[in-house]
């Protein structure tokens, strides 16, 4: 898929569902340890179709700590077998690092 391709399918999945803006990775494209939550979408005052924070829903059983939830590795990589996990699971499957990066370049 082509860097512009993805951007579009981005573009048509609307706010609630933001999750290819987040940023979930580094310059370099390394996985982050954990992930900033939208705190506008808490409160339900986010439209930002392009937030690039996480949105959480309720109830998820996700912690949060300090605002940030913790990434899940295991689901990252394929497969978490914890029944009740308190990591974030990454909605979306993620790009190789180097697209990655190259996303994240393109967006500043
Ligand atoms: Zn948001
Ligand atoms: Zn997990």
Not at 31 to 58: I, S, W, Y
Not at 91 to 96: D, N, R, S
Request: aromatic share 6%; glycine share 6%; proline share 6%.
């Amino acid at each position: 898929m082509t860097l512009d391709a993805l951007l579009h399918e981005c573009v048509d999945s609307g706010a609630q569902n933001n999750a290819p803006f987040v940023i979930y990775t580094d310059e370099d494209g390394q996985l982050l340890d954990t992930l900033p939550v939208c705190q506008d979408f808490n409160r339900g005052l986010c439209n930002r179709p392009a937030c690039k924070f996480v949105h959480l829903q309720e109830g998820e059983g996700v912690e949060v700590v300090d605002n940030r939830v913790a990434v899940c590795r295991d689901a990252a990589k394929g497969q978490c077998s914890r029944s009740a996990c308190k990591y974030y699971h990454i909605p979306v499957a993620l790009p190789p690092a180097p697209v990655m990066a190259a996303l994240s370049s393109y967006r500043h």
